[in-house]
């Protein structure tokens, strides 16, 4: 199966918005509403930001939104904060009768 | 409180297998819509997703590993193992274990702290 494909980098200065793209096929992303995200800091395990294609965990922060159209996913981070200087994974539920999971190239977030 | 935490060899030399386990509390896999996976990321490089179990021994893998990959739960001892035969140094890398629902997040919503797996001669 063939990853996603995710931008390698994407930069923003605080306090703007920015937008993360996850493109998939009509077998994972356009197929499924089970994209979800994560982030990732150096070192560290990843965490679920965002999953269901919109939906945010407990304790999330609503500056981080999800969206869909057709085999794209997209996650907006709005009013750029340094905190959120990481990496960003999108991830697909895939696959028909034998379903699976695809993860994206992973995308490095800057704010400048 | 759920919490995950991998186990396993640091080295393991080419053409080997490769056992890695996963220790869990805060759930138990007996309970419908729980399922416990791996996912691996190399060395500066991205996440993959390699397995899952669920609580009701449906099995999940990746197609490009599946050859090579078994996972299985001890539910008395809320452990589960993966495993990966005739390994090669592209496995190296850090090998996570998460939770994940068909009643929740449908996501992984708890990610062990990592294992870091070394493939050489």
């Known amino acids: 199966q063939s990853a996603l494909t995710q931008p390698a980098s994407v930069s923003g200065s605080p306090g703007q918005s920015i937008t993360i793209s996850c493109t998939g096929t009509s077998s994972d992303v356009g197929f499924y509403n089970l994209v979800s995200w994560y982030q990732q800091y150096p070192g560290e395990a990843p965490k679920l930001i965002i999953y269901e294609v919109n939906k945010r965990p407990s304790g999330v922060s609503d500056r981080f939104s999800g969206s869909k159209s057709g085999n794209t996913a997209s996650l907006t981070i709005s009013g750029l904060q340094a905190e959120d200087e990481a990496d960003y994974y999108c991830?697909?539920?895939?696959?028909?009768?034998?379903?699976?999971?695809?993860f994206g190239g992973g995308t490095k977030l800057t704010v400048l | 409180q759920i919490t995950l935490k991998e186990s396993g060899p640091t080295l393991v030399k080419p053409t080997q297998t490769l056992t890695l386990t996963c220790t869990f509390s805060g759930f138990s896999l007996n309970t419908a819509g729980l399922g416990v996976g791996w996912i691996r990321q190399p060395p500066g490089k991205a996440l993959e997703w390699l397995a899952l179990i669920y609580w009701d021994d449906d099995k999940r893998y990746s197609p490009s590993l599946k050859s090579r990959l078994s996972i299985t739960k001890d539910t008395s001892k809320n452990q589960v193992v993966l495993t990966m035969t005739n390994v090669d140094p592209v496995d190296t890398g850090t090998y996570f274990c998460?939770?994940?629902?068909?009643?929740?997040?449908?996501?992984?919503?708890?990610w062990g702290q990592g294992s870091l797996v070394t493939v050489s001669s």
């Open positions: 998460v939770h994940s629902t068909v009643t929740g997040t449908l996501s992984f919503d708890y």
């Open positions: 991830c697909s539920h895939a696959g028909d009768t034998t379903f699976f999971w695809v």
